[in-house]
Nanobody, 126 residues
Framework: QVQLVESGGGLAQAGGSLRLSCTAPGRTISNYRLGWFRQAPGKEREFVARISRSGGTTLYDDSVKGRFTISRDNAMNTVYLQMNSLKPEDTAVYYC???????????????????WGPGTQVTVSS
């Protein structure tokens, strides 16, 4: 079992920035591909971004491309989501996820991930 812990959520104004972090205490995250998902009230959980084990490959949803950046520091055992130019529609609970095994480069499915954090709330005011 892998425990993931997100932090960095909070309240931001439209146009502002937040940086989310996710760690896996006691685990080596370099063994996992990592992703960020989000879920707004009344909506299904949706893909935000993913990063390969080495950090060399990333993928973003079109809604965040150019505004959000996913990165990882395997030495620090942490994955980040830098969120800039925030919009009210970015308001959601953000989840960190870790996956084992190989998936296609274009995969955005939550089913491809084995472990999930409890989530951190991000609220963007207009």
């Amino acid at each position: 079992q892998v425990q993931l812990v997100e932090s960095g959520g909070g309240l931001a104004q439209a146009g502002g920035s937040l940086r989310l972090s996710c760690t896996a205490p006691g685990r080596t995250i370099s063994n996992y591909r990592l992703g960020w998902f989000r879920q707004a009230p009344g909506k299904e959980r949706e893909f935000v971004a993913r990063i390969s084990r080495s950090g060399g490959t990333t993928l973003y949803d079109d809604s965040v491309k150019g505004r959000f950046t996913i990165s990882r520091d395997n030495a620090m055992n942490t994955v980040y989501l830098q969120m800039n130019s925030l919009k009210p529609e970015d308001t959601a609970v953000y989840y960190c996820a870790a996956g084992t095994g190989a998936v296609s480069l274009s995969s955005r499915s939550a089913r491809e991930y084995d472990y999930w954090g409890p989530g951190t709330q991000v609220t963007v005011s207009s």
